[in-house]
């Protein structure tokens, strides 16, 4: 694809999600529909960090725990100590990234196999480490978490206060799709930049990348300590929305879905884990109709995804280019 269509595609995405799907709840007068799309870019920006784990070779199933600690440590923030949330945001991604670098340096020189065996754990020792800690408040969790206050530059408004808004939905859409667009930029440009090459050479043959001179530890806590970061920006703009959090707010569910959300969209895709947030959503939302056939349809219809589409969703334009 050229610069152009690629320019083109970007600013045809934001002009859908930014104009046209505000229109459209608006006529429809569907205004709950704000929630549901912001809980899907949040989701998505999460899921990237995911898809990033993957793209060195590695299988990450404990995003949900960065989501929590996120989360927390931007309601802590807010509620005990009155930082402003948009400040707590970038604060939370770096308390996230800290401690991500902390655990990933004795457990990501393990071998692939045990990395995603340690990460399955992470989402409960932090649920249980939010349950045990009397800053988190227990089981009762944060609760009555103020709307995020206005930010201002030079005297000029940049973010209203939600306090004042008619309808803080809205704001909360636009902000986190802006974020989203962001993140899945910057990963973008990684991806594609040398460093990117690096992460590509770890997925393909990591002794092969070590021996020529590739610091293939350095590499991998660098690009988990990103993936953490995004899971933290995530959890933080949730207890934004929500205005409370619990232990229960993310679980391992949550993490297996962020996973499951880079297989569906499709692994060598940058931008897999936003359709694939989208489809798991809506999808698990729509099947439930089928009352107790839900998870048995929902996951018979993702194995057979998988193995018809082992690249995801997005391999399909690949498949119709060869088929022409």
Known sequence: MSSTSKLFSALAF???TLVAVPWLITVTRRLDLYYTLTSVALLAIASGGVWLTFYIGRINIGQAAF??????????????????????????GLFC???????GLPILRLRGVYFAMVTLVLTEVARLLALALPVTNGAKGLVN????????????????????LANPRLTF??????????????????????VGRLCLSLQQNEELASSIGVNVAYLRVVIYAVSSLLGGLGGAMFVAISQSIYPSSFTITDSINFMLNCFLGGLGYVFGPILGTFLLYFGWDLLFQTGRLQLLIFSSVLIALMLILPNGLLSLRL???SKG
């Open 14 to 16: 934001l002009l859908v």
């Open 67 to 92: 989501a929590l600690m996120g989360g927390y440590v931007s309601a802590i923030l807010v509620v005990t100590y009155g930082v402003p949330f948009w400040l707590t945001l970038p604060l939370a």
């Open 97 to 103: 990234a800290v401690a991500s670098i902390l655990i």
């Open 145 to 164: 978490i103020p709307l995020p206050g206005s930010t201002t530059l030079f005297g000029v408004t940049l973010i209203p206060d939600f306090a004042t």
């Open 173 to 194: 859409y636009l902000i986190s799709v802006v974020l989203m667009v962001i993140c899945y930029a910057g990963l973008y440009r990684l991806v594609h930049s040398r």
């Open 319 to 321: 498949f119709r280019r």
